[in-house]
């Protein structure tokens, strides 16, 4: 019977195999890329999942954001473009794409995404537990 009840045990409290695969995307030649966009992808308001796609212009100008909120120079878009790569991630065309560009024919880094909404969410939760 304890043998059982450990089986059981076993069974309910392992996750399934779709949960166990690992998607996170691991970033390559850390050493030879610039700093900036080092801070960029490892930042909290991007995500690395090989499952993602994220359109080339947003990422950009989420980078040159970054940039001007902490005063360093950013690079312009073709440097972005070749440290990207350097650092692993694929620069494709893509059509259908999702999000805004759905009908359009739209280039796209494969393997990162941008977290949207961090501020709402957290406002929305804020307000909800002083209430």
């Known amino acids: 019977m304890d043998a059982q009840q450990r089986l059981l045990a076993k069974f309910f409290t392992q996750t399934p195999a779709y949960e166990r695969k690992d ?3 691991r970033v390559r030649n ?3 890329a610039n700093q900036s966009v080092l801070a960029l992808v490892y930042s909290p308001m991007v995500r690395k999942d090989r499952r993602l796609y994220t359109s080339c212009k947003e990422l950009y100008g989420l980078y040159c954001k970054t940039c001007h909120e902490k005063d360093v120079l950013p690079l312009s ?3 972005f473009k070749k440290q990207m ?3 692993g991630f694929v620069y ?3 059509h259908r794409f999702y999000g805004r ?3 359009k024919v739209t280039t796209a880094y494969k393997n990162i995404g941008i977290i949207r909404h961090q501020s709402r969410c957290y406002e929305k939760k804020h307000s909800l537990a002083t209430s």
């Open 30 to 32: 850390k050493a030879k």
């Open 92 to 94: 494709q065309r893509c």
């Open 77 to 79: 878009s073709w440097q």
């Open 85 to 87: 790569q350097l650092l």
């Open 101 to 103: 560009h759905k009908s």
């Open 23 to 25: 998607y996170y995307f």
